[in-house]
């Protein structure tokens, strides 16, 4: 998600938060398992995150998907994904994969002229397939260890490596050095929850099914998030069933 913009002391702020945690992610657990030591930490952040989703995001997202109709928010779903662009392509590059990187920036040109700016998938309709990268892909694949889980406030299930991803692609976003200051702010704060709630709404049902069969939701969160996050590193495909909060992977229309 994109992380609001309050002027260059804001960017420098992130950046030092960056920083200090990219001194952490270098460590990681064993192959498999989840390094999780601030549990008690993480599960009362992920009792206030459901807590602000019971209130707020799912009513707001329930009636998102009722009401505004499907070919809308496909356009929707099309030009949020058509604007984060920039940030695969400079992904793609960073790990070395120019033909995806190829893809990335045929899809953009293709969809920009063809598809009104972004508003349909022209590119996927004949064929050329989209794909998501972040940096904290790319820090995987540099072989940067995952470090800590972690459970971010409103944002979700993550880890020390893809936190420092997040911070890294906020920098890489050229929207905030595109637009002025004071229109920065408004157009950060639609484009994020256009994202929460377009995401939101299409995993109502995997997450209301997930939390129906869980034991403990939270260890189940957990271990579906690293099985996600490792399957979008190794470029494959999410194992069924594994839709659950987070920023990327394969999501109910």
Same mark, same amino acid.
């Given at each position: ?40 930490? @993480? ?14 995001? *799912? ?7 009722? =009401? ?6 496909? *356009? =929707? ?27 990335? /920036?045929?899809?953009?040109?293709? @969809?920009?002229?063809?598809?009104? #700016? &972004?508003?349909? %998938? ?12 972040? +940096? ?10 995952? #470090? ?5 406030? /409103? ?6 490596? !893809?936190?420092? #991803?997040?911070? =890294?692609? +906020? ?13 920065? *702010?408004? =157009?950060?704060?639609?484009?994020? &929850?256009?994202?929460?709630? !377009? ?8 997450? %209301?099914?997930?939390?129906? @069969? ?7 969160? *957990? ?6 996050? %490792?399957?979008?590193?190794? @470029? ?15 999501? %109910?229309?």
């Amino acid at each position: 998600m994109g992380i609001p913009s309050f002027g260059s002391l804001s960017r420098a702020a992130v950046l030092a938060v960056g920083l200090a945690l990219a001194g952490c992610a270098s460590t990681g657990a064993p192959s498999g398992s989840v390094s999780d030591p601030a549990e008690g930490v @993480n599960r009362a952040v992920f009792g206030f995150n459901r807590a602000v989703d019971t209130v707020v995001i *799912r009513p707001v997202s329930l009636a998102y998907r009722e =009401v505004v109709p499907s070919p809308v928010r496909d *356009r =929707v779903r099309d030009f949020l994904s058509h604007i984060r662009s920039p940030v695969t392509l400079a992904n793609d590059l960073l790990q070395g994969n120019l033909n995806r990187a190829g893809n990335t /920036l045929t899809r953009f040109w293709v @969809n920009t002229i063809a598809g009104i #700016g &972004g508003l349909v %998938d022209v590119a996927g309709a004949v064929g050329i397939e989209k794909h998501d990268e972040d +940096f904290g892909q790319t820090l995987a694949i540099w072989g940067v260890g995952e #470090g800590s889980y972690v459970m971010l406030p /409103l944002l979700g299930p993550s880890t020390v490596r !893809d936190t420092v #991803g997040m911070v =890294v692609d +906020f920098f890489l976003d050229p929207a905030g050095y595109i637009l002025r200051a004071e229109y920065e *702010r408004v =157009v950060s704060y639609a484009r994020t &929850g256009l994202e929460v709630v !377009d995401t939101r709404s299409r995993m109502i049902q995997a997450t %209301d099914d997930l939390e129906r @069969n869980s034991v403990d939701y939270y260890a189940a969160v *957990r271990s579906l998030y690293k099985q996600r996050r %490792d399957a979008l590193i190794r @470029n494959g495909q999410v194992p069924a069933g594994s839709d659950i909060p987070g920023r990327t992977g394969q999501l %109910d229309n």
